[in-house]
T-cell receptor, first 111, second 114 residues
């Protein structure tokens, strides 16, 4: 069935370093969504990408959707300790409330 | 607007018992999705309800069931609990945008099966 692969599984960085997580799908996605889950918390919606080649920025976060709409990335510039958590991408192609999540990338930031 | 609420927040049950979890979506949202989150399997879709009808179902056994009421509140039930059902159960309320839908998650119910 439809799968979304996300790498890396874990990333430890020094505060101030950059961070990137990648999301890949075997099929074309109509849209991809990104969520952040803090330790002990629940997934919080960050952004949604719909168009081929789309790039969106939220302060230090940059989200990209591939030209073929099969991959996406989230890049954080100059990480801070508040960035700690697990970042998930999710295939939102279904229009019946089903998100297919990647396995997530857990980010640890050393102060 | 108030966010998605889930009750209870924590539950401890023993094998063989059954459990009912509740979710109240954001006001005005008519779609509710349920997910199971475990360290090994990640976030897995259980089912989705819209206007009291189940529109989509994930690959879970029939012990997992749900329903939605006319006020959009939803419940999920797990019967004959197994140790492997220990998980964080998340409910998501869907905002229907012009192009796509966006889901907003509740805080979850942490279920421990002993």
């Amino acid at each position: 069935g439809q799968q979304v692969m996300q790498i890396p599984q874990y990333q430890h960085v020094q505060e101030g370093e950059d961070f990137t997580t990648y999301c890949n799908s075997s099929t074309t996605l109509s849209n991809i969504q990104w969520y952040k889950q803090r330790p002990g918390g629940h997934p919080v919606f960050l952004i949604q990408l719909v168009k081929s080649g789309e790039v969106k920025k939220q302060k230090r976060l940059t989200f990209q959707f591939g030209e073929a709409k099969k991959n996406s990335s989230l890049h954080i510039t100059a990480t801070q300790t508040t960035d700690v958590g697990t970042y998930f991408c999710a295939d939102g192609s279904s229009n019946t409330g089903k998100l297919i999540f990647g396995q997530g990338t857990t980010l640890q930031v050393k102060p | 607007k108030a966010g998605v609420t889930q009750t209870p927040r924590y539950l401890i049950k023993t094998r063989g018992q059954q459990v009912t979890l509740s979710c109240s979506p954001i006001s005005g949202h008519r779609s509710v999705s349920w997910y199971q989150q475990t360290p090994g399997q990640g976030l897995q879709f259980l089912f989705e309800y819209f206007s009291e009808t189940q529109r989509n179902k994930g690959n879970f056994p029939g012990r997992f069931s749900g329903r939605q009421f006319s006020n959009s509140r939803s419940e999920m039930n797990v019967s004959t609990l197994e140790l492997g059902d220990s998980a964080l159960y998340l409910c998501a309320s869907t905002f229907r945008g012009q192009i796509t839908d966006t889901q907003y998650f509740g805080p979850g119910t942490r279920l421990t099966v002993l």
